[in-house]
Structures are given as structure tokens and as C-alpha cells.
T-cell receptor, first 112, second 112 residues
Framework: SQQGEEDPQALSIQEGENATMNCSYK?????LQWYRQNSGRGLVHLIL?????REKHSGRLRVTLDTSKKSSSLLITASRAADTASYFC????????????FGKGITLSVRP | DGGITQSPKYLFRKEGQNVTLSCEQN?????MYWYRQDPGQGLRLIYY???????QKGDIAEGYSVSREKKESFPLTVTSAQKNPTAFYLC???????????FGPGTRLTVT
């Protein structure tokens, strides 16, 4: 399967703590993207990291990519209750005819 | 407001009936996508279109049909041939294939 595999499946933390979510994949990629989904809503794009990039930041979000280990991590610092959502990694594989492949998602709960 | 809209939010149909889900975007994006999301699952690609008057099958196209007659519109028809149509359907667009995707709010279809 070309689907990214996220880890853990569920994460529960206290407000103010950091949340780290991981995504692993098996074949070479063009880019990897992280999305957030609040319950019953559409997805919202968070960050896109290209295969030649190692780290990107956006506000409280930090994404890293290790192509040698075929893995990426999403770090949310100083989490807030409003960060409670499902988080998905989506992978654009090399030669994928521009189709993104989404993982099954990580459910993050941030307790106030 | 620029964005992507889907209608209706909830849709109920009897088994054996075809139903069309609407997706409109005013972002001037070339690429548009339809995904299906089942509980606890990631997104699975049904159809995608990289340009007007052209579209390709995704991973689960059987029982679905689409058209792309206008750049801003990409309607999805769920036919009676789709064996398990009850799901949450998400439409997305991107400025070009492989770029970050913007999602609509989704349509929850229930077939009984």
C-alpha cells in the first residue's frame, strides 16, 4: 500500500503540552502534506514539505521529513483545547500522477 | 468570499436511486477531487480532474460518475451500482495537481 501510516492512532494530552505525531511511508515521494479535520468538517491544509526539505515551521507547528527513514513528524507546541481534531498525513508519491494518498489519521484530544 | 462549497450538507436517498452531489469553487483552481470518508478511515479518492473536460478514475471509482464541463464545477453522481454509498463525501481543489488541497465542508449521504 502507498498509504502513509500515522502513529499513534490516538493521543490525549493536557493543554500546554506538546503533541508529536508521526507518519511513515514506503516509496519515494515528491511531497508530504499534513491536514487537520475537525469532527464532521472538511480538511484544512496545515503544511506541505517537499522531498528536498528537512524542516518547516508555521506558527506553533513544526514538520520534519527524513527521507532516509521514510518518515515525517508533526509537532504542535503549547497545545490548546482548540487543537483537538484528527490529523492526516497525505503523500504525493513519485510518479503518482498527482494523486495524494491519505493515511487513516490521528485523533488528538487536548484536555483543558 | 473565495472558497469551495458543497451542497447539500445532508442527503437522504432510497436504495436504487441515483443522486448528484454538488461541488463549486471560485478559487480559479485547475484541479478538483472527490473523496469518500468512512468512519475511522482516511480519505479514498473517487475521481479527480486536472483540467476542464478531463477527469480520471481514482482508487474507488466503481458506481460513481463525474463531469467537468466548467472549471468551477465538479459534480459527483452516486449511481445505484454503488453497493455501499452511505458515507461522508468531500470535494477538494488545488491550483495544480500535487499542490495543497482546499476542501469543502462535505456532504453526508445516507442511503436506506
Amino acid at each position: 500500500s502507498q498509504q502513509g501510516e500515522e502513529d499513534p492512532q490516538a493521543l490525549s494530552i493536557q493543554e500546554g503540552e506538546n503533541a508529536t505525531m508521526n507518519c511513515s511511508y514506503k516509496t519515494s515521494i515528491n511531497n508530504l502534506q499534513w491536514y487537520r479535520q475537525n469532527s464532521g468538517r472538511g480538511l484544512v491544509h496545515l503544511i506541505l514539505i517537499r522531498s528536498n526539505e528537512r524542516e518547516k515551521h508555521s506558527g506553533r507547528l513544526r514538520v520534519t521529513l527524513d527521507t532516509s527513514k521514510k518518515s515525517s513528524s508533526l509537532l504542535i507546541t503549547a497545545s490548546r483545547a482548540a487543537d483537538t481534531a484528527s490529523y492526516f498525513c497525505a503523500i504525493l508519491h513519485t510518479g503518482a500522477n498527482s494523486k495524494l494518498t491519505f493515511g487513516k489519521g490521528i485523533t488528538l484530544s487536548v484536555r483543558p | 468570499d473565495g472558497g469551495i462549497t458543497q451542497s447539500p450538507k445532508y442527503l437522504f436517498r432510497k436504495e436504487g436511486q441515483n443522486v448528484t452531489l454538488s461541488c463549486e469553487q471560485n478559487l480559479n483552481h485547475d484541479a478538483m477531487y472527490w473523496y469518500r470518508q468512512d468512519p475511522g478511515q482516511g480519505l479514498r479518492l473517487i475521481y479527480y480532474s486536472q483540467i476542464v473536460n478531463d477527469f480520471q478514475k481514482g482508487d474507488i471509482a466503481e458506481g460513481y460518475s463525474v463531469s467537468r464541463e466548467k472549471k468551477e464545477s465538479f459534480p459527483l453522481t452516486v449511481t445505484s451500482a454503488q453497493k455501499n454509498p452511505t458515507a461522508f463525501y468531500l470535494c477538494a481543489s488545488s491550483i495544480m495537481a500535487g499542490a495543497e488541497q482546499y476542501f469543502g465542508p462535505g456532504t453526508r449521504l445516507t442511503v436506506t
